[in-house]
Each structure stands twice: as C-alpha cells, then as structure tokens.
C-alpha cells in the first residue's frame, strides 16, 4: 500500500508564511507528478502547483511569486512554501502524487495512478 502523509498547516496572519511538506511510503516502484491542490468551503479543489517528473513545475496564477513547490526524490516528499499568504489562501490543501507501487506482495510494478493525502488545514486571518 502507499500513503502520502501531510504535515505543516495550521493558522497564520495575514503576510505570514507557512509550509506544507507530504512524504509517500509504502512499496513504491516509481512517482510520477507530485503536486498541491487546495480546496475552500464550497468550492471545488484545485491544482495550487504542480512538480513535474522533468524537475518543471507549473502554479496556478493566484500564487505565483509567493508559493514556491520543491521535491526530494530520495525522500519521496513534496514541499510547498508559502509566503505572502492572503485570507483567499484559506483552504484544505491536498498532497497528490502519480505513483507506481507493486502488484500485491511480487516484485512487478503495477500501473501508476493518483494518490491523495488527508488533507491538510491552512487557515489564514485577516
């Protein structure tokens, strides 16, 4: 089984930073894209930044210049560093990544498919 485990919300003003980090563990053959999305009350989620495989990364507009998205392939984590934040920022943020772990208990890698985290809550005052 693979897991992606979040870590670093909670409560900040408003101009403050925080930053969100995400490890996978279990039987993992292989990560694809790891990302952020983030999803507000009554709103659908959406893609926050994306780290491709190629190291290219790609923002949503709202946060460009004030989020910043890195990854530790030998630690299989994701971090998300957010600066300048807004009270629009104020969400549930999601850590996402495209993994190929094992079929059952052999050595064969099984297809990759998107992978979620438990979700993470950023709350940003005014």
């Known amino acids: 089984q693979v897991q992606l485990v979040e870590s670093g919300g909670g409560l900040v003003q408003s101009g403050g930073s925080l930053r969100l980090s995400c490890t996978a563990s279990?039987?993992?053959?292989?990560?694809?894209?790891m990302g952020w999305y983030r999803q507000a009350p009554g709103k659908q989620r959406e893609l926050v930044a994306i780290?491709?495989?190629?190291?290219?990364?790609n923002y949503t507009d709202s946060v460009k210049g004030r989020f910043t998205i890195s990854r530790d392939n030998t630690k299989n984590t994701v971090n998300l560093q957010m600066n300048s934040l807004k009270p629009e920022d104020t969400a549930v943020y999601y850590c996402?990544?495209?993994?190929?772990?094992?079929?059952?208990?052999?050595?064969?890698?099984?297809?990759?498919?998107?992978?979620w985290g438990q979700g993470t809550q950023v709350t940003v005052s005014s």
């Open positions: 996402n990544a495209l993994v190929s772990g094992y079929i059952g208990s052999s050595y064969f890698p099984s297809p990759p498919r998107d992978y």
């Open positions: 279990g039987r993992i053959f292989s990560i694809g894209a």
């Open positions: 780290n491709n495989i190629d190291s290219t990364t």
